[in-house]
């Protein structure tokens, strides 16, 4: 029987087939074979025997948190209190694309902004519409509550960014107090001891903590270059294929970012990760 785990605690994986669950071991090949299932995967399983058989290819798979088959990073992004990085939307945008996962971007706090705050950060919020994100402010909850439908989510974004609020509104029976990291078992900040999978809005979301500490973990320079989406268009504008748009001549990223169409913020801060 095929089916998905939602939920390990020590070698215990819950699998869930339809509406049904069941509480499996995994085989002791997969120990040889230098596998181990995780929170995500689909697997084959037998469920009179109740182990684990097979894991099923994954298309992507994070090692903090362990989860495999994500479709969605939902990344909020406070615009005040705490006030706007864009070094950490852009760190989180190229883990995602690197990984295969697909940003949205949620922007938080809109409404502690003066209004000289707001025009300035405007241009920003469309920049990233403009090189194609999903982009929603936090109120628009019709509009975000349909994209979590038949998808793997992880919630990410700074402490304190407005996750527990957005989620209450999303879904009233969690009730979770502002603070809280766990989504769905209540235990408070930092308390997670495993992953999760709970439904939300029609999908799956992890119940960790643990995506909003990713680095660049086996990431090269090169990769970090090819995930900031928007240099792709004018890669083939350089004179070197291999450009690395930093102290190359003719590079067409650069005039890009001197006439104001690639956002300046953006490539300082992709200096900075490569750095």
Do not use: W
């Not at 071991?25 to 995967?41: E, I, T, Y």
């Not at 990291?181 to 979301?205: D, Q, W, Y």
Request: net charge positive; glycine share 6%.
């Amino acid at each position: 029987m095929e089916g998905k785990i939602i939920k390990t605690i020590s070698n215990d994986y819950t699998v869930k087939n339809l509406n049904k669950l069941y509480v499996c071991k995994a085989r002791g090949k997969f120990r040889n074979m230098g596998l181990s299932p995780m929170v995500g995967d689909e697997v084959i399983f037998d469920e009179n025997n109740l182990y684990i058989t097979e894991i099923l290819p994954r298309k992507n798979e994070l090692i903090r948190p362990v989860i495999a088959n994500i479709d969605m990073a939902i990344i909020i992004t406070s615009l005040k209190k705490p006030d706007f990085s864009s070094n950490l939307l852009d760190k989180f945008l190229v883990i995602c694309e690197y990984n295969r996962i697909k940003p949205v971007i949620i922007f938080t706090k809109a409404d502690l902004l003066e209004k000289e705050e707001l025009l300035k950060l405007k241009p920003v919020i469309e920049y990233y519409k403009k090189i194609g994100y999903e982009v929603y402010m936090n109120d628009e909850i019709n509009l975000i509550k349909k994209i979590f439908k038949d998808k793997v989510c992880v919630f990410t974004g700074q402490s304190g960014a407005g996750k527990s609020t957005l989620l209450n509104k999303l879904d009233s029976t969690l009730k979770l107090k502002t603070g809280e990291i766990s989504l769905a078992l209540n235990r408070g900040k930092h308390t997670t001891r495993h992953t999760e999978l709970f439904e939300l809005c029609g999908g799956l979301v992890a119940d960790t903590p643990g995506f909003s500490a990713l680095e660049f973990t086996g990431m090269s320079k090169e990769d970090i270059r090819d995930n900031f989406t928007e240099f792709n268009v004018y890669r083939d504008e350089c004179q070197f294929r291999d450009c690395f748009h930093v102290h190359e001549k003719k590079c067409r990223v650069k005039e890009k970012v001197l006439d104001g169409t690639i956002l300046k913020s953006r490539y300082d801060n992709y200096l900075n990760f490569l750095k």
